[in-house]
């Protein structure tokens, strides 16, 4: 059987993508995929989008990643922007939407957001009703499934059995329809959404960063055997931290509150 590791929302943190890269390198799995948003918010934008060109399979553009790479880019946008180049610049704000490809018998869609936009976002573990994404939520499930033409698709096109996507940086799986919807979680900025852990000053768990294994038969149209595997991965939250503190990128306060504790501060 064939394994995938499906990354995202690496966001500029260089030291939580190689523990990610060295437990997946430690698992035997030949296939990487990430669901974009390489930059903004860590300090190593530029590493990290090297490492990833280097080592991925697919890379998808996030929300974050147009953003930056947009020639207009202004204030901590453009603090990583510089950061990165006109190069780096240029080759993210030329990467594809979605990719889908069989494993196991089973259509698997994957793309950052949704199959609407990079930014409209599905969270099952609130209400979807927040003042930073106002008017941008889905409020069911099943609309990640649907073919829209922002991801080059057509009402006769087949609906995938499985979608996997990033951007909320809270990972999941659940079964429903028929269907499986999975999110990766955050390699780099990972964020729990439930209150009860949010009240939990002791809470470390979900400080780690987050991926997800499928493992199948890739490219194979015959049903067979597929499995998912949420992984959390330990890594030197306080390395980070110290390069942020003596960085002279903005917000950074909000940033190190939110790798220490999994709050979400809306960065």
Known sequence: MDKIAIISDIHGNITALEAVLK???????????C??????KCTHPDLVIDKIREICDVILIGNCDYVVCKPSSKGKDFWTRNKIGEERAEFMSSLPISYEFYMSGHLIR?????????????????????????HLEIEKPDRLFENTPFIGKTASDPVPDIVGYGHIHT?????????????????????????????????????LA???ILEGYFGSKNLNSISFNLVRVLYNIQREIEDLEVSDIPNKETII??????ISNNI
């Open 23 to 33: 437990d997946i390198k430690n698992r035997e799995i030949n296939r990487i995929f």
């Open 35 to 40: 669901l974009g948003d390489c930059v903004t």
């Open 110 to 134: 994957l793309f950052h957001a949704s199959p609407y936009s990079l930014d409209e976002i599905y969270n099952p573990m609130f209400s979807n009703k927040n003042s930073k994404y106002s």
């Open 171 to 207: 990972p999941y799986c659940v079964r429903f329809k028929n269907k499986t919807l999975f999110n990766t979680g955050s390699v780099g900025i990972p964020v729990e959404m439930h209150n009860d852990i949010i009240d939990d000053p002791n809470n470390k768990f979900s400080t």
């Open 210 to 212: 987050s991926y997800i």
């Open 257 to 262: 509150r939110t790798l220490k504790s999994a």
